[in-house]
Nanobody
Framework: QVQLVESGGGSVQTGGSLKLSCSFSGSTASILWMAWFRQAPGKKREGVAVLRRGDGYQYYHDLVNGRFAISQDNAKNTLYLHMNLLKPEDTAMYYC???????????????????WGRGTQVTVSS
């Protein structure tokens, strides 16, 4: 069992930046993959960034590639999402997720992840 707690959300204007954090605890050795998802009202939850913990390799959804960066600090058991050049369409609840293994072709699908945080709200105004 893994516990995940997100923080760092807030309200910014278009073009602004935010850094989200996800502190994780519990059976952390079992976590091989971590990701950030987001869900806007009335929309499906979508994966935006995935990190393979062993070597730090990163994968990004086309919607955020070049603007967002996922990273980890293993000493602090913390996952980050650095978000730059934010747009109103980035407005959503952002969730941290963890998985012990992954089907690469489905890494942006929420059903691949076994543990979730409660989310942190990001609002981008125009």
């Amino acid at each position: 069992q893994v516990q995940l707690v997100e923080s760092g959300g807030g309200s910014v204007q278009t073009g602004g930046s935010l850094k989200l954090s996800c502190s994780f605890s519990g059976s952390t050795a079992s976590i091989l993959w971590m990701a950030w998802f987001r869900q806007a009202p009335g929309k499906k939850r979508e994966g935006v960034a995935v990190l393979r913990r062993g070597d730090g390799y990163q994968y990004y959804h086309d919607l955020v590639n070049g603007r967002f960066a996922i990273s980890q600090d293993n000493a602090k058991n913390t996952l980050y999402l650095h978000m730059n050049l934010l747009k109103p369409e980035d407005t959503a609840m952002y969730y941290c997720a963890a998985a012990p293994f992954m089907r690469l072709e489905a890494m942006f699908s929420s059903d691949q992840y076994t543990d979730w945080g409660r989310g942190t709200q990001v609002t981008v105004s125009s």
